[in-house]
């Protein structure tokens, strides 16, 4: 990314307003300044602040950002009046997990008795995409068996994913982030969230000086 694309991207959502701005993996796109010896990141830093502190009010502009890894993003973007508002999206729990494989398999051939709350009990430590995996395994799965058996040969038959298939299938999935990961991001993710509090605590202190001195 460059500055003439935040630029452009800014501008784009200013006259498409109201609008939401979406950055996915915001640490690979804005990380820390001082690092990079071509100065290209950097400068791309900086016209985002730019752009969030604005020059004109981006009036009915929302931006959001994602980032697995927090504490890599450069520290101004997080402070106040910027993107400084934080909402951690931990793993799916066993009730969203329902949730999501109920959305995730509507326009997909289950039997009327599959029991999706099974296998949402069965899929623990499994994200979205790893539920979108296993019902496409599961799909595939069941245009095999039905290529295999006789009865694709029966007119207006179609392959269908059947309970006893989608158990098969969960319980040969495994999610595609370790316990180990999941205890590192766990980690990072506190230690950053210590880091941020830390540094507000600061910022309200020196306030507090100035305004004695004053």
Do not use: W
């Not at 200013?14 to 996915?24: E, N, R, T, V």
């Amino acid at each position: 990314m460059t500055t003439c694309t935040v630029r452009d991207i800014f501008s784009k959502a200013a006259a498409a307003a109201p609008c939401l701005l979406f950055f996915d993996e915001f640490d690979s796109i804005a990380p820390k300044r001082g690092h990079d010896n071509t100065g290209v990141t950097d400068r791309v830093v900086n016209q985002f602040l730019t752009e969030l502190d604005g020059v004109e009010v981006l009036t009915g502009v929302f931006v959001f950002a994602a980032s697995s890894r927090p504490d890599l993003l450069d520290t101004a973007l997080l402070r106040p009046g910027r993107l400084d508002r934080l909402l951690f999206c931990d793993f799916p729990s066993q009730y969203e997990r329902l949730d999501i494989l109920t959305v995730l398999s509507k326009k997909l051939p289950l039997v009327s008795d599959t029991d999706l709350d099974v296998i949402a009990r069965m899929t623990e430590g499994f994200s979205g995409a790893d539920l979108q995996a296993l019902l496409s395994d599961a799909q595939l799965a069941a245009v095999h068996d039905f290529l295999s058996s006789q009865d694709n040969e029966q007119p207006g038959k179609l392959p269908v994913i059947t309970d006893s298939l989608l158990r098969t299938i969960a319980s040969k999935a495994r999610p595609s982030v370790s316990e180990n990961e999941k205890r590192r991001l766990y980690s990072i993710y506190s230690q950053f969230l210590d880091s941020k509090r830390s540094v507000a605590a600061q910022s309200r202190d020196a306030k507090g000086k100035r305004a004695t001195l004053a």
